[in-house]
C-alpha cells in the first residue's frame, strides 16, 4: 500500500456515508462524517495492524508499520528524550488535527445534589475542593497536610502537590 492511497482512505472515512459511492462529487463545504478523533483512532488500528504483519513479513511496507508518535520539530529535545528505546522517533505521515473538547462541568445544582448525598464531612470536603478549586481527584488526593498552614479561626492553604 501506498501512501497515497491510505489518504485517500482517509479522504472517504470523513465523506458522509451516502457520498461514499464511486463517482460521486462532493461539493465543498459539506461537513465531514467523522470527527478527527475517531479518524486518529482507526489509523492508531491501522497502524498497528501493519506493525504486526511487518514483524512477521518482511514484504510488507514499512510505511504504515510507523504511524504512531509525533513528528520531531526544531532542536527542542524533550527532558526524558534519553529513556527512550531506539534512536528515531517514529511518526505519521497522515496529519489529523484534532482539537480537544472542554470537560463538561457540574451545574451548582449538582453540585449540591452530589454534596448532599454525602454522610461524611470528609466526603463533603472533597466535593467543595474539587469544584472550587478545578483539581483533578488524583491531585486534590496527593494534597498532604504538611504543605497547609492553618490556624483556629483561618485556614489558608497553598496548594503543594
Known amino acids: 500500500m501506498r501512501l497515497e492511497v491510505l489518504a485517500q ?8 456515508k451516502p457520498t461514499r459511492a464511486p463517482g460521486v462529487f462532493v461539493l465543498p463545504g459539506v461537513g465531514q462524517a ?4 475517531t479518524l486518529q483512532r482507526k489509523r492508531a488500528a491501522l497502524a498497528s495492524f501493519y506493525r504486526f504483519h511487518a514483524r512477521r513479513d518482511e514484504d510488507v511496507p514499512a510505511l504504515l508499520g510507523s504511524l504512531l508518535g509525533r513528528q520531531p520539530t526544531g532542536s527542542y529535545t524533550p527532558m526524558l528524550a534519553h529513556t527512550q528505546r531506539g534512536g528515531e522517533v517514529e511518526y505519521s505521515p497522515i496529519r489529523l488535527l484534532a482539537h480537544r473538547k472542554p470537560p463538561r462541568t457540574l451545574t451548582d445544582n449538582e453540585v449540591q445534589r452530589l454534596m448532599s448525598a454525602c454522610n461524611r464531612r470528609r466526603d463533603r470536603f472533597l466535593i467543595a475542593l474539587l469544584d472550587d478549586s478545578g483539581l483533578r481527584i488524583s491531585e486534590a ?10 490556624t483556629s479561626t483561618a485556614a489558608t492553604s497553598p496548594v503543594t502537590p
Open 9 to 16: 482512505f482517509f479522504d472517504w472515512l470523513r465523506r458522509p
Open 34 to 37: 467523522l470527527e478527527n478523533t
Open 141 to 150: 488526593l496527593g494534597l498532604r497536610h504538611y504543605g497547609s498552614a492553618c
